[in-house]
T-cell receptor, first 110, second 111 residues
């Protein structure tokens, strides 16, 4: 079992709708949680980070963390074609290790 | 790419050849990482270095060695390249929010 699990997709969402991406992790000692966006042929770029249980909002993005359930999610509101990309969940432990999930491909259809 | 320089950008090797991928950061951060990315596999951690002078294995260390030469530089060496090591390799450092910042990647093909 991978330490960080994501549904590989592809996830297809109509333009203007909410895209919901999910991630689970196995290490209960994990302390930091991240969402990255990666366009084809490019490096991953950080879009959200969250450390505490609950919701964190930044523009059209909301990250949600539930440590008891070992679950992290990303909501993208008012989805745009430019949001079409692969989204990577990453989890960091206190030992400096940062582990990524396999990524979810998101496609926004006009 | 956020203060991380990777060289080379592209490389073709023959099976059995060796090579070193270079990575340097100019942000004076302690932790550095090497990942590989294959289609559908996300990013898999090869090795990481929490500080100068220390290195630790990640998820897929077999076939690789690393050197943390100083605080700025973290190199990845393939001693005897195999076709299974064909991949895109990313170096990263850990920022102040504990997130990873990535270099532009090295596209390696082993034939």
């Amino acid at each position: 079992q991978k330490e960080v699990e994501q549904n590989s997709g592809p996830l297809s969402v109509p333009e203007g709708a909410i895209a919901s991406l999910n991630c689970t992790y196995s290490d209960r000692g994990s302390q930091s949680f991240f969402w990255y966006r990666q366009y084809s042929g490019k490096s991953p770029e950080l879009i959200m980070f969250i450390y505490s249980n609950g919701d964190k909002e930044d523009g059209r993005f909301t990250a949600q963390l539930n440590k008891a359930s070992q679950y992290v999610s990303l909501l993208i509101r008012d989805s745009q074609p430019s949001d079409s990309a692969t989204y990577l969940c990453a989890v960091s432990s206190s030992a400096s290790k940062i582990i990524f999930g396999s990524g979810t491909r998101l496609s926004i259809r006009p | 790419n956020a203060g991380v320089t990777q060289t080379p950008k592209f490389q073709v090797l023959k099976t059995g050849q060796s090579m070193t991928l270079q990575c340097a950061q100019d942000m004076n951060h302690n932790s550095m990482y090497w990942y590989r990315q294959d289609p559908g596999m996300g990013l898999r951690l090869i090795y990481y270095s929490a500080s100068e002078g220390t290195t630790d294995k990640g998820e897929v260390p077999n076939g690789y060695n690393v050197s943390r030469l100083n605080k700025r530089e973290f190199s990845l060496r393939l001693e005897s390249a195999a076709p299974s090591q064909t991949s895109v390799y990313f170096c990263a450092f850990r920022g102040w929010r504990t997130e990873a910042f990535f270099g532009q990647g090295t596209r390696l093909t082993v034939v």
